[in-house]
């Protein structure tokens, strides 16, 4: 690249599924999240899959599906069980917020 190349900075939305089209982009981030927490949970205690299965009684095999980020057979509340039996806390917090008057409820949630 040259001083000469031409870029054009865009500004994201904070939630790169929403960047990029997905059609639930709010349901994927969180699915992200809680993969992402259960991955750190996983190698801060240096568990493998195998012993993360005797651990919280879900297959091995979901641990591995979790690493490589293959979540479409997830839900949110799976992987909220996954993480609470690997012994974090998960807490759950609503908030109210109104919505301007342009923006439609996320698909998820219609």
Known sequence: M??????DMIRGSGNVFRDLGHPNPELEQLRSIL??????ALDSRKLSVRQ???LTGFAAA???RVRRANLGRFSVDRLMTMLARLGDEVEVTVK?????PQEPAPAAFR
Not at 2 to 7: A, E, S
Request: proline share 4%.
């Open 35 to 40: 993969a992402t927490r259960i991955i750190n």
């Open 62 to 64: 979901d641990f591995s």
């Open 2 to 7: 040259t001083d000469d190349d031409d870029f």
């Open 96 to 100: 109210d917020r109104p919505r301007a």
């Open 52 to 54: 993360a299965h005797e």
